[in-house]
């Protein structure tokens, strides 16, 4: 069975930088395509965000717009894990972050909803405040 643990999150200024991790077990990474997802305060679980996916394969990648720019997904398929660099951090960016593995996955995953995945991580807290 394949879980999913998210790292890196944490309080940091604005401006700040965080780097996130998804670290896969129960399965190869190579198979998956894995998509980073945010839920903002006083959001339902339904309406999170797609932000940032990377196919299984690692030729697609998709950022939305709030994050391109700032944000870079890379994948380590030996480390099974897929991070998620996030520069210049804005008050806006306060979240919990959640990702999300689709088998065979594309970049598209991230115009997904949630219902669509059977396997999430338990999600990392992100906060930006001065």
């Known amino acids: 069975q394949v879980q999913l643990v998210e790292s890196g999150g944490g309080l940091v200024q604005p401006g700040g930088s965080l780097r996130l991790s998804c670290a896969v077990s129960?399965?190869?990474?190579?198979?998956?395509?894995i998509g980073w997802f945010r839920q903002a305060p006083g959001k339902e679980r339904e309406e999170r965000e797609g932000?940032?996916?990377?196919?299984?394969?690692?030729?697609?990648?998709y950022y939305a717009d709030s994050v391109k720019g700032r944000f870079t997904i890379s994948r380590d398929n030996a480390k099974n894990t897929v991070y998620l660099q996030i520069n210049d951090l804005k008050p806006e960016d306060t979240a919990v972050y959640y990702c999300a593995a689709d088998r065979f996955g594309t970049q598209e995953m991230c115009f997904m909803p949630t219902s669509y995945f059977q396997i999430w991580g338990q999600g990392t807290q992100v906060t930006v405040s001065s």
């Open positions: 932000i940032s996916c990377i196919s299984s394969n690692d030729r697609g990648t």
């Open positions: 129960g399965d190869s990474l190579d198979y998956y395509g």
